[in-house]
């Protein structure tokens, strides 16, 4: 995000730097199998058929006065097809490839079988009545500035809603016939996401923040359609009411999504290196060697544990985690080896379902590793390692391939860290082997990674928090060749079968409650006077899974099975 106090503004003429280049990944996007709509480059979403636009004509750009190389750049859909609509432009920081979309609409055929009432609603696209100037520095006189960029909202018809914002590098309207308006049931609500642009023009006191959106109802259910659009406002304060939507995908096939053949020759083509760090001493193993090398079920009011079968189907299933059972690993020698893992049968665990609306597929994978280990905890330039905060029995981590279903290709890896995440875009992934990108491990806990390095769960400023390490090893899983497809609920009954153990919905280690403040207070008083306040507030806002040993739930108990990442 870019904040200033004033613009500089560019004219075309004198436009520096240059626009950043398209992105496009290591090796070529392959032929993929044969399927209904995956990768046709167009998606129906019942009444409207999309296209997605990654070629634009640039209109516009800002720069910092503080620093003339940063900038925000807008541009307008390029090379839309016959029949196809815009419905709004696009804009991005400079500082990253070019590695964005919009949709571009048309109407779809009206099926011959159609009922009458199909035929007689309104048309799915309309044009806009009109536009409303939102803002330019120069409050439409061009004479102040030069060429300067003008924002417009496109005025819809009753019955119909706007999609996104219009730029323009002269004060004069776009044409009406420019951007399509879509009819009110076919849309959706959107929400605000990163804000891009926060500045003031100090001559004139305006405020304008600029936004990228997205859908507001997300996840597996969210019908919700990102349509690439940005929002702007000249209120800084907090607006409700957006005056844009997203599109709403009302096709109940969900044509656009990959089938059986097509997920797995995505999980060939994309399926990361899993490194894990080269001290890491609790690896990973498959969920079926955990169970034939001891683990056990052990249910509430009983103190002995029964043997749970390799595939799991003497797990109680489905249900909710209501602390009637749990898994734990045998009191004898047996407990030590499960401890520390199988490399040699670790395996990720694959769900694949429909993302924004369907235009996307995340294929989530999961690790699982039987132990958790202890936390360090970073105190300036002191490690402290924990010998109990952070450990517990049964340990399931993901990371998530969002992949677009208009082209097949790696659009973004979501990294997994313990109560969070974030997204990573394509272009700041690290690859080896053609499109495979890497995912680092972190020593002990598990977390995610794009990139080696020391990761801090606390305050980076004060250098205050739960380390987390992460390296380049000779430990790693392939997950373009290990892995197990355990569900894609959208293909189907009975196309992909679901191993018992996925629906064991308690939890995978038991609970442990101790007095986790002792060790928390001896790293406390180690500190000087001036350090302890400030540590202690930190301390204080780590995840609660710290203070006590508590097994995880399953993949399916996860808020992110059904729901969006976390982001």
């Known amino acids: 995000m870019f904040g200033c106090k004033c613009f500089y503004w560019k004219k075309l003429t004198d436009l520096f730097p240059p626009e950043p280049e398209p992105f496009s990944l290591p090796d070529p996007i392959p032929q993929w199998p044969p399927g209904e709509g995956f990768a046709s480059g167009k998606v129906s979403l019942g009444e409207i058929e999309v296209f997605k636009i990654n070629r634009f004509e640039f209109i516009w750009t800002c720069s910092l006065p503080e620093d003339k190389k940063k900038c925000v750049a807008f541009y307008k859909p390029a090379g839309i097809p016959d029949g196809f609509h815009s419905i709004g432009h696009y804009c991005q920081s400079n500082d990253k490839p070019l590695h964005g979309f919009v949709l571009v609409v048309r109407e779809a055929d009206t099926p011959e079988t159609a009922d009458v009432l199909e035929r007689v609603k309104s048309p799915a696209l309309s044009k806009p009545l009109d536009y409303t100037l939102v803002w330019s520095p120069d409050e439409g006189n061009e004479e102040i500035y030069g060429a300067c960029g003008y924002f417009w909202l496109p005025q819809p018809p009753e019955g119909y809603k706007a999609m996104g914002?219009?730029?323009?590098?002269?004060?004069?309207?776009?044409?009406?016939?420019?951007?399509?308006?879509?009819?009110?049931?076919?849309?959706?609500?959107?929400?605000?996401?990163?804000?891009?642009?926060?500045?003031?023009?100090?001559?004139?006191?305006?405020?304008?923040?600029?936004?990228?959106?997205?859908?507001?109802?997300?996840?597996?259910?969210?019908?919700?359609?990102?349509?690439?659009?940005?929002?702007?406002?000249?209120?800084?304060?907090?607006?409700?009411?957006?005056?844009?939507?997203?599109?709403?995908?009302?096709?109940?096939?969900?044509?656009?999504?990959?089938?059986?053949?097509?997920?797995?020759s995505l999980i060939n083509h994309y399926g990361p290196i899993v490194f894990f760090h080269p001290e890491e001493v609790y690896l990973p193993s498959s969920v079926s060697w955990f169970f034939k090398s001891g683990a056990l079920l052990y249910k509430s009011g009983t103190s002995v544990g029964e043997a749970i079968d390799g595939s799991g189907s003497n797990l109680p299933s489905g249900g909710t985690n209501d602390g009637q059972f749990w898994i734990d690993l045998p009191n004898d020698d047996r407990r030590e080896i499960i401890t520390h893992g199988n490399l040699e049968s670790a395996k990720l665990y694959v769900h694949v379902k429909p993302a924004l609306g369907g235009i996307f597929s995340d294929i989530a994978m999961w690790v699982f590793c039987p132990f958790n280990g202890p936390a360090t905890i970073k105190v300036g330039p002191l490690d402290i390692p924990l010998s109990k905060i952070g450990q517990h029995v049964g340990d399931w981590e993901h990371f998530t391939l969002r992949i677009c279903n208009f082209s097949g290709e790696l659009w973004s890896i979501y990294f997994s860290q313990h109560s969070g995440g974030k997204w990573v875009d394509a272009y700041d992934l690290e690859y080896m082997e053609g499109n495979r990108a890497i995912v680092y491990s972190s020593k002990s806990g598990h977390a995610s990674y794009p990139h080696p390095g020391t990761y801090l769960q606390g305050s980076d400023k004060l250098g205050v928090g739960i380390r987390n390490d992460a390296a380049c090893s000779n430990l790693s899983v392939d997950s373009s060749v290990h892995y197990e497809l355990v569900s894609a609920e959208y293909l189907g009954d009975g196309v992909v079968t679901e191993p018992c153990w996925l629906n064991f919905m308690r939890e995978w280690g038991p609970t442990i409650v101790y007095n986790s403040r002792t060790e928390l207070d001896k790293v406390i008083s180690l500190?000087?006077?001036?350090?302890?306040?400030?540590?202690?507030?930190?301390?204080?806002?780590?995840?609660?899974?710290?203070?006590?040993?508590?097994?995880?739930?399953g993949p399916k108990e996860k808020n992110n099975w059904v729901g969006d990442e976390r982001s």
């Open 165 to 264: 914002f219009l730029v323009t590098n002269k004060p004069d309207k776009p044409g009406l016939d420019e951007v399509r308006c879509v009819r009110a049931d076919l849309t959706d609500r959107c929400e605000t996401y990163t804000l891009i642009l926060n500045a003031i023009t100090t001559s004139l006191n305006l405020p304008f923040q600029v936004w990228t959106t997205r859908p507001h109802h997300r996840g597996m259910m969210g019908k919700g359609v990102s349509v690439g659009t940005f929002f702007c406002s000249n209120d800084l304060g907090i607006v409700k009411d957006l005056h844009i939507r997203c599109l709403k995908n009302l096709n109940p096939k969900l044509s656009g999504m990959p089938n059986l053949d097509q997920i797995h």
């Open 527 to 553: 500190l000087p006077v001036m350090f302890k306040y400030s540590v202690e507030n930190i301390f204080s806002k780590f995840p609660v899974e710290l203070y006590g040993e508590e097994g995880p739930t």
